[in-house]
């Protein structure tokens, strides 16, 4: 991912955290707005280097700010209220607690969306806020974070992802996709064919019986199992679903070339390969927002190994 794609991720992620939080005002689910002062607090700590400390946990009664760097003498409200009585209500409290002694600058996060007030600054002869400068939403932190080094953009972004449980903004190719697709088709519980697999001659040629003599037992006995749960439903789903034979064509041709470098990677040993083929499969599934489950991922993945479109090498070694 270049610069670009990162930025977006972090766009999206602050814009639905900003959704989030405009929802949950309206339904007057008010938490979302204490955990998004932790939230922001590492945030900003991580961006921009700040020792922002949570106020309100040191302080419980504490007023006008929420975060606060006593180091640089920087304090930060954190609030999903945009008015300007709220402005004026933060800035009034700011300065009668004589909070200006320990910190020289306040700014209101707006984790919402700010409105542009009609006057420029607010406050006193002891302390005023300028309303353009102190005052932030997502946008002005989308902004400034733009303008850091590559390597902290990615960490941020990798940042959110992690707190957010975000979708990766980048398109997967359609090969894997069509892969996560049926695996997630297939672990539908509620289809007609599941739980009605059964085969006649499961092993017709007993090439597994050559390629991986000393697992053959076990992969032949692991996909047994798991055939009577999912192996109707994918026949049924490969057959009726809008998901052309093309495309499955592909899967398999994408799934030779895919899992011999896993192969390659676990020193030829299948079952290391199959387990590590599993894990990636079924870690895709959760980044990318699929239900699925892992006995359909490792069924296909058995299924196709049985096909010989999973670890096609067949000098690998048995061992």
């Not at 991912?1 to 955290?17: F, G, P, V």
């Not at 280097?49 to 040191?58: Q, S």
């Not at 599941?194 to 390629?211: T, V, W």
């Not at 599993?278 to 927002?289: A, R, S, T, Y």
């Amino acid at each position: 991912m270049n610069r670009q794609d990162y930025q977006k991720s972090i766009i999206n992620s602050l814009t639905w955290l900003s959704t989030q939080v405009k929802v949950h005002n309206r339904l007057n689910l008010t938490d979302i707005n204490v955990h998004s002062e932790n939230f922001y607090r590492d945030l900003l700590n991580l961006a921009f280097g700040y020792n922002l400390v949570n106020i309100n946990i040191i302080d419980p009664n504490a007023a006008a700010i929420d975060l606060g760097d006593e180091g640089i003498k920087f304090a930060i409200q954190v609030t999903s209220t945009s008015a300007l009585a709220k402005t004026r209500h933060t800035v009034t409290k700011f300065n009668e607690k004589e909070l200006y002694e320990k910190y020289e600058r306040l700014v209101i996060l707006n984790i919402a969306s700010k409105t542009t007030h009609t006057v420029q600054t607010v406050g006193d002869d002891s302390y005023s806020l300028n309303t353009k400068d102190d005052i932030w939403d997502i946008g002005d932190l989308a902004l400034m974070i733009n303008d850091l080094e590559l390597s902290k953009i990615q960490e941020i972004s990798n940042f959110l992802n992690q707190q957010l449980y975000m979708k990766p903004t980048e398109k997967l190719p359609r090969n894997v996709e069509t892969i996560l697709r049926l695996i997630e088709l297939i672990s539908d519980e509620e289809h007609p064919a599941a739980g009605e697999g059964f085969l006649d001659e499961p092993f017709p040629n007993e090439k597994i019986n050559k390629r991986f003599a000393d697992h053959a037992e076990f992969l032949k006995q692991e996909f047994l199992t798991l055939y009577q749960d999912y192996g109707a439903v994918l026949d049924s789903v490969e057959q009726e679903s809008d998901i052309g034979q093309v495309k499955i064509r592909r899967v398999a041709q994408h799934l030779r070339v895919y899992s011999d470098k896993v192969l390659t990677e676990c020193d030829g040993d299948p079952r290391k390969a199959l387990a590590q083929l599993i894990d990636n499969f079924v870690g895709m599934l959760n980044e990318n927002g699929f239900e699925a489950d892992t006995g359909a991922a490792q069924f296909y993945t058995i299924k196709h190994l049985i096909k010989c479109n999973v670890f096609p090498n067949k000098e690998v070694a048995n061992g």
